[in-house]
């Protein structure tokens, strides 16, 4: 009889998975390589597959455009992460690449709570190539690096 009054009880909660709605943040870019050549163009194209590489591999993720971002002017934390929260998200990704050379670049990675604002977690990755391909090896290795923490 405790059995069925407990699995009656149960049933009653609502359902809940334990993921966390991961709200990705648009990738900005420093580039200090001095290039003479203008890549604006290239490199905007690479930070949309970045961050499209790790909307297709971090579960439960989504975009928050560059249009929704602009309300926040200036851009704070505070800003960003309740715009995230708005969303429906429970942690907001931000990434900053830096590019020193034509073939070496950095991904400075954050993942924090919406509600606190605290650090979830912290990832700096170095990658080779600034090509579309690099862009997304850094993409699926960043979301790989994540779903690793996440165990």
Partial sequence: ???????VLLAALPATTGAQQVGILPVKLLDTSREARDQQQDHQRRMDILAE???????DASLIGA?????CSPETTE????????SGDDQ????VAQKTST???QLFANL??????????SRNLNFR??????????GRFLARQMREAGE
């Fill in 53 to 59: 590489t790790l909307l297709s591999e971090i579960d």
């Fill in 67 to 71: 249009d929704v971002v602009a309300t």
């Fill in 79 to 86: 800003c960003l992460l309740g715009l995230a929260r708005d």
């Fill in 1 to 7: 009889m405790r059995n069925v009054i407990a699995a």
């Fill in 92 to 95: 907001a990704l931000f990434i």
């Fill in 112 to 121: 924090v709570d919406t509600e606190s604002g605290d650090l979830i977690l």
């Fill in 103 to 105: 073939l070496i670049l």
């Fill in 129 to 138: 190539g600034d090509n579309d391909d690099a862009w997304r090896r850094a």
